[in-house]
């Protein structure tokens, strides 16, 4: 079942034509992945999907529903998490304290109550707490929980960004290059720990990435951008035969 679709997207910026008719679906259950050179556009379709920029041209539908002029919060809220190519953590937070907050985004904490301390409140502050601890464990961060974030080797502040997309409980985790910077044992634990991370919380992934055998080997279907144009879509195998690719990206070799 389609999850997301993306229809003849484009997007303008001044003289700069970022995306230019960028159409794919990403299905439920699905490891999506979408390749291309630098300023192919795959971050600028992102910031479409998830709200930062608004199209000049086609939609995107979540569940088969217009999400027109929706920002960031509304969309998380449909069930879309993502993280970024820059990492964006509040670095002088605790590893625990960041996934509380977007705990705490996704529940909602009554004013009154806060203000209070009222014991509902407390009772809600542990089960949330209970949560966070839960998700650095999934991420494999749980001895780190009260270390600042700031202080982090580089691949735990890559997964801590991943475990406070999950603490907003999507259903759709966009994933802006979180292979960057990594050697390569840390992109093969990786590529198993998106493949857990799917499964255990049943949702589907669309991930941006250059590193392109973590990609063949991780996604189902890939989309190929260049100059920001859809240039090729299937499977690794179809992909990596397609001749655009190869020229546009691979190098020639296929």
């Known amino acids: 079942m389609s999850l997301l679709q993306v229809e003849g997207v484009s997007c303008r910026f001044g003289g700069l034509q970022a995306l230019a008719g960028v159409s794919l679906e990403v299905?439920?259950?699905?490891?999506?992945?979408?390749?291309?050179?630098?300023?192919?556009?795959?971050?600028?379709?992102?910031?479409?999907?998830?709200?930062?920029?608004?199209?000049?041209?086609?939609?995107?539908?979540?569940r088969g529903r217009p999400m027109q002029g929706m920002g960031p919060a509304a969309i998380n809220r449909l069930g879309i998490a993502r993280t970024f190519q820059n990492l964006r953590l509040f670095e002088s937070l605790t590893a625990l304290e960041n996934v509380l907050v977007g705990l705490h985004h996704a529940a909602g904490a009554p004013l009154p109550g806060a203000l209070l301390?009222?014991?509902?409140?407390?009772?809600?502050?542990?089960?949330?707490k209970e949560q966070a601890l839960e998700l650095l464990e999934r991420l494999e961060l749980a001895p780190l929980?009260?270390?600042?974030?700031?202080?982090?080797?580089?691949?735990?502040?890559?997964?801590?960004?991943?475990?406070?997309a999950l603490a907003t409980a999507p259903q759709l985790l966009l994933l802006d290059e979180p292979a960057a910077g990594m050697n390569p044992a840390e992109k093969e634990e990786?590529?198993?720990?998106?493949?857990r991370i799917r499964d255990?919380?049943?949702l589907s992934v669309l991930i941006i990435e250059h590193h392109v055998p973590l990609m063949m080997q991780l996604c189902g279907r890939l989309a190929v951008l260049?100059?920001?144009?859809?240039?090729?879509?299937?499977?690794?195998?179809?992909?990596?035969?397609?001749p655009r690719v190869i020229e546009a990206y691979l190098g020639g070799q296929p």
Do not use: M
């Open 27 to 62: 299905r439920e259950g699905e490891i999506f992945g979408l390749i291309g050179p630098n300023g192919a556009g795959k971050t600028t379709l992102f910031n479409v999907i998830s709200g930062l920029t608004r199209p000049s041209g086609g939609r995107c539908l979540w």
């Open 117 to 128: 301390g009222s014991g509902s409140f407390r009772r809600r502050q542990g089960r949330l």
């Open 145 to 164: 929980a009260d270390q600042r974030a700031g202080e982090l080797a580089y691949g735990d502040r890559r997964r801590l960004e991943i475990a406070r």
């Open 190 to 195: 990786l590529r198993l720990l998106i493949g």
């Open 200 to 202: 255990h919380f049943a």
């Open 226 to 242: 260049n100059f920001g144009e859809r240039i090729a879509l299937g499977s690794p195998a179809e992909v990596r035969r397609d």
